[in-house]
């Protein structure tokens, strides 16, 4: 998130305590927003014993210094911020000793010791926390829609012209993020670029150093992942043709497979279905969409492949997307399709029954992960905690 958007959402918090002298605020779980609102609007769920709690007496300042610690360890670096405001949430951001890998972290028994607070700050009180919050956010002319750069996760389907878009959900205004739009490639929005860089796993075909990949380094980076996924889940691995990987949509012609990807690549028209989910969210037509065309793929090497049976997908790692558009149309303007291209490094289970085990779990966090199931209530770090 942006510091911006941290220093709202704490002075909204304090707002939340002051009028409810009974609400604790124990975890950043607590912290949630409607999700039919585009503003930032917190909404504190008053049940917190519903999270990890302390087991030591702890005031509600300090409670309130933990949170915002927490939320710090998710802000982006931004140069564009005055001097005052990155003191104040890198501050935050190492307040606690286990600041360093909070991204991964789930909120742990808060105390003194733990906090790091001390004897000097032990006084500290809502007001201190909300006037220096506040100090902070003066400094700050915050651009219209800016707050939600790396929060929101809009989501992704095909419009009624048959074109991969970011698809409305709600009604009213909207961020710029999640205004319906048709998708010219599968490059990530420039605004949440430099969040996508830091972030990219290791077989992701995002650019490293400045320096281009070739589809060959990407799938050799690739099988390096999906060799340590396999051995995690006790399956082997075995090696695919080219051809076996993806199919052209709609009776299209490629003259190389390899060539093919590198053009894709170059023009921006393939992607990682993690790096996809990291930024968008998919509609159930979608993701049924990425299923079908998971288990034809399957299908397909099981069939047409000597020693493919028992062929399984169960890492991320496997799976990169292409925008593959068909143009031979008689009729309207060409139409556009998210297909399904694997690498050639692929899970061998032992049996039928671990290959389709396998396979499903995959399924379900990727159902899970595209938001397959609509909630009432987006919680404020979904987004950030999605891995």
């Known amino acids: ?30 912290i949630q927003f409607r999700k039919s609102n585009t503003e930032i ?22 409670l309130m210094e933990q949170v915002l610690s927490r939320l710090a360890a998710f802000v982006s670096e931004d140069q564009e911020y005055p001097a005052e405001v990155t003191t104040l949430w890198k501050r935050h951001a190492t307040n606690t000793r286990h600041a360093t890998n909070t991204r991964h972290a789930t909120d ?12 000097e700050n032990a006084l500290t009180t809502l007001d201190t926390i909300e006037t220096e919050l506040r100090a902070a956010y003066e400094k700050l002319n915050p651009k219209p829609g800016n707050h939600w750069r790396g929060v929101c996760r809009p989501r992704v389907g095909l419009d009624q012209n048959h074109q991969v878009s970011v698809v409305q959900e709600f009604q009213g205004e909207l961020c710029e993020e999640c205004r319906p739009r048709q998708f010219l490639n599968l490059q990530p929005p420039k605004r949440i670029k430099s969040i996508m860089e830091d972030t990219a796993s290791a077989p992701s075909i995002l650019p490293s150093a400045g320096t281009r990949r070739t589809w060959r380094d990407v799938m050799n980076q690739a099988e390096e992942r999906v060799c340590a996924d396999a051995r995690a ?24 497979m390899e060539r093919t990807f590198n053009d894709q690549l170059k023009n921006g028209y393939l992607v990682q ?18 299923v079908r065309q998971l288990r034809e793929h399957l ?10 049976e028992n062929c399984c997908i ?11 558009t068909q143009r031979y149309r008689i009729f309207g303007a060409p139409r556009n399709k998210l297909r399904v291209a694997l690498t050639p490094t692929c899970m061998k289970a032992a049996s039928r029954k671990q290959a389709r085990d396998v396979t499903n779990e995959f399924i379900n966090k990727l159902r899970v992960d595209s938001d397959y199931s609509r909630k009432d209530v987006l919680h404020a770090l979904a987004p950030n905690l999605f891995k």
Not at 1 to 8: E, G, I, S
Not at 49 to 58: L, N
Not at 273 to 290: F, G, K, P, V
Request: charged share 20%; with cysteine.
């Open 1 to 30: 998130m942006t510091p911006a958007t941290f220093m709202l959402i704490g002075l909204q918090c304090l707002d939340k305590l002051r009028s409810d002298p009974d609400l604790l605020l124990q975890s950043v779980d607590q």
């Open 41 to 62: 609007k917190v909404v504190i769920d008053p049940e917190y014993t519903k999270y990890p709690g302390a087991t030591e007496t702890v005031t509600r300042e300090c």
């Open 108 to 119: 742990t028994v808060a105390t003194m010791d733990l906090l790091g607070l001390g004897e």
């Open 299 to 308: 299908d397909r090497i099981s069939k047409y492949h000597l020693g493919g």
């Open 273 to 290: 279905l993690h790096d996809l989910l990291e930024i968008y969210r998919l509609t159930n037509e979608q993701c049924d969409s990425l």
């Open 314 to 324: 169960g890492s991320y790692a496997q799976v990169y997307l292409t925008l593959d």
């Open 233 to 256: 889940k006790n399956v082997k691995v075995f090696r695919l043709p080219i051809h076996l990987t993806w199919t052209v949509w709609k009776g299209g012609y490629i003259p190389t």
